[in-house]
């Protein structure tokens, strides 16, 4: 394998980096932002605008780029659509003129209908959300070049080390600073008070998984256009709401929202068991692994 990731100074991207670097896969990184612990093998680019110069020999593309307004729409509609839609079309036909062998999207969960039970990727999209709908119209869009063989990978609560903003970072920082965790009840059963059910999934786990995919591809002409990629262990608000207080020798404190949930975001990892061997990280010793660099 010889790999480009393009959006690889991302929080996904950096995990990739060293996993391949840890299989001694040789990687050359893109992004449009550059900081202290970009590697020599990277180049500038804004795929939004841009098309990458890719090394020659590239036979794997990873396209984890991502909008950061991906909350921000309409405002910077311009951006999300164009990172997470236009900038992969880019690099798929960059990918499909250079005889690249396989090219994997980073996709999402949030693509799927609302539901509380696993979700298979033969289930109805979303439409109602921006972020989902770009990676909707990206999916379906590269369905529409049969000569390149690529793989769409919708990830599950992804989080880990040094990642900011998202689920487990607010939570851990509410905890820290002994605000409350808003648990939405289940409208179906208001009795249950666990909260939201995510499949979160550690990165380092994410990107070996995403490894194990790309050499499966190199070698085999079966791999689907769309699998999901989650841990097979759901987790509730407040079970990960405990266990990083217990982590942190602390006591978390809950309130319940007035109004239910719409979903749950379980993955059915049934098709990926198939393709790949799957192995994640427990939740606990994930958790310990993200507060050591948790500020």
Same mark, same amino acid.
């Given at each position: 394998m010889n790999a480009v990731i393009i959006g690889s100074t991302g929080f996904i991207g950096r995990s990739l980096s060293r996993e391949l670097a840890a299989r001694h896969l040789p990687s050359f990184g893109?992004?449009? /932002?550059a900081d202290q612990h970009t590697p020599a093998n990277f180049a500038l680019c804004d795929i939004a605008r841009d098309e990458p110069i890719l090394p020659d020999g590239t036979d794997t593309i990873f396209y #984890? $780029? %991502?909008?950061?307004?991906f909350r921000d729409f309409p405002l910077h509609a311009d951006n999300l659509f164009a990172v997470n839609v236009v900038g992969a079309l880019r690099a798929a036909d960059l990918a499909r003129r250079s005889g690249v062998r396989a090219f994997i999207y980073a996709s999402t969960g949030t693509v799927y209908a609302h539901t509380f039970e696993p979700m298979r990727e033969d289930q109805p999209f979303r439409r109602d959300n921006a972020y989902a709908l770009s990676k909707i119209h990206a999916e &379906?869009? #590269?369905?529409? *070049?049969? &000569?390149?063989?690529?793989?769409?990978?919708? #990830?599950?609560?992804?989080?880990?080390?040094?990642?900011?903003?998202? =689920?487990?970072?607010t939570i851990i920082s509410r905890i820290k600073q002994s605000q409350?965790?808003?648990l939405e009840p289940h409208p179906f059963h208001p009795e249950d008070h666990e909260g939201l059910r995510i499949s979160l999934t550690?990165? +380092? +786990?994410?990107?070996?998984?995403?490894? +194990?995919? $790309? %050499?499966? =591809? /190199?070698?085999r002409n079966d791999t689907p256009l769309r699998v999901n990629l989650a841990s097979d262990q759901p987790t509730s608000i407040r079970t990960m709401?405990?266990? *990083? $207080?217990?982590?942190l020798g602390l006591s978390p404190t809950f309130t319940i929202a007035p109004a239910p949930r719409a979903t749950d975001y379980i993955a059915d990892i049934t098709l990926m068991r198939t393709i790949c061997p799957l192995r994640f990280t427990p939740f606990a010793d994930a958790i310990n692994a993200t507060l050591e660099l948790h500020a």
């Open positions: 893109i992004d449009c /932002l #984890l $780029a %991502q909008s950061p307004h &379906e869009a #590269l369905a529409l *070049i049969p &000569e390149l063989k690529t793989c769409c990978v919708r #990830l599950f609560g992804v989080f880990g080390p040094g990642q900011q903003r998202m =689920m487990v970072p409350p965790v808003t550690y990165v +380092d +786990d994410v990107a070996r998984t995403l490894v +194990d995919l $790309a %050499q499966h =591809m /190199l070698s709401a405990q266990t *990083i $207080a217990s982590r």
